[in-house]
């Protein structure tokens, strides 16, 4: 982390944290209530998992099962319950929701905490549009449990009762960096790399010789669009490439641009949903091609889980949503780091107390 905090459990330190720890509570309370009143069912996605998930960028915990003749296993500790909850899916639950507790190495910063809570629930058979519905209605709970009128974050204010404005990929990067995207994107899913390093560089964005299209598209995507987002209001960011959405389908009437969203406020990436892809054959390609680029950058790749590859052949049509609980709890208490609303933060190297 760029500080060194002191350590949570000492009396000073705690009594300035509680009243953001019990506004946690009260927010969890209050979004347990939202959920159960509309038919969702509450689940607990095993931790330990095959695989921690197949994102290029993210990265899972290894650990070893041991079973009862002495062999060893390797299992990850998962990135989201999002597999298992699919799996539920396709066992026939129709509405569930968990708040699951989910690890990823290489992230510890004012927002990215290696443990945290991710709020993550699915709707079979209903359209991811009423995911951004949902997010809107959880914003205002969220603050009305807290007690806040507000959303802050640095600076940034959002109104959380306000309807949030709707925002695709192409508007935002015309509107924030000036650049068309879509002119780097052929018809036949061809990706213009030149274009697009050309258009960031002009924008002010360093691009390196090595950088692939997603990584010139990340670079301006959190350098220039993010930090605009969600100001005032809640912005959803919706119809990006179909190249930057590993598990959701692709938008009717242009496979360019897939059925995904991210919600933000104040800046904040707050949840990212997806309607979701259940055709198993271009889950794993799509797998692949991750791991073959995660293989490329960071020279290790994670196993695909076969058994969800069978378990998504027999899945519902179905949207879902992962959002980050503790960044929703930051906000609505105006918190400055993740660390100032978790009951008890992950110690870091060198400090065994902490």
Request: charged share 30%.
């Amino acid at each position: 982390m760029s500080e060194t905090l002191p350590p949570f459990w000492r009396p000073d330190i705690h009594a300035d944290r509680r009243p953001m720890l019990l506004a946690r509570n009260r927010i969890k309370a209050a979004l347990r209530r939202w959920f159960e009143a509309r038919d969702f069912v509450e689940v607990e996605a095993a931790i330990l998992q095959l695989s921690p998930g197949n994102e290029t960028h993210l990265h899972g915990f290894s650990t070893t099962l041991i079973d009862d003749a002495g062999a060893h296993h390797p299992y990850y500790l998962h990135t989201s319950p999002e597999f298992a909850a699919k799996k539920l899916l396709a066992a026939g639950e129709p509405r569930l929701f968990d708040f699951a507790r989910v690890f990823r190495n290489r992230e510890r910063t004012a927002l990215h905490h290696p443990e945290f809570t991710m709020l993550e629930w699915y709707r079979a058979g209903e359209d991811y549009e009423a995911l951004m519905d949902d997010c809107a209605a959880l914003l205002a709970e969220a603050a009305r449990a807290a007690g806040a009128s507000v959303l802050r974050w640095r600076g940034a204010e959002a109104d959380p009762f306000a309807a949030p404005e709707r925002l695709t990929v192409q508007e935002a990067f015309h509107r924030h960096a000036g650049i068309n995207l879509k002119r780097t994107i052929a018809a036949d899913l061809y990706l213009d790399r030149p274009a697009l390093a050309a258009d960031a560089a002009e924008a002010g964005i360093r691009v390196a010789e090595d950088d692939s299209w997603s990584d010139i598209f990340s670079r301006i995507l959190s350098e220039k669009v993010e930090p605009e987002l969600g100001r005032g209001r809640a912005t959803i960011l919706c119809e990006y490439p179909i190249c930057e959405a590993a598990l959701a389908r692709p938008k009717p009437g242009d496979p360019r641009v897939a059925e995904r969203f991210e919600l933000y406020a104040c800046g904040v990436e707050l949840a990212n949903a997806f309607g979701e892809l259940t055709d198993p054959a271009e889950q794993r390609r799509r797998f692949e091609a991750d791991m073959d680029e995660k293989q490329r950058i960071y020279g290790e790749r994670y196993p695909i889980d076969e058994d969800f590859l069978a378990a998504l052949g027999v899945m519902p049509q179905a949207s879902g949503i992962a959002l980050g609980f503790d960044r929703l709890v930051m906000l609505a208490t105006g918190a400055r780091r993740i660390e100032d609303v978790l009951w008890t933060p992950v110690a870091e190297p060198g400090r065994g107390g902490r």
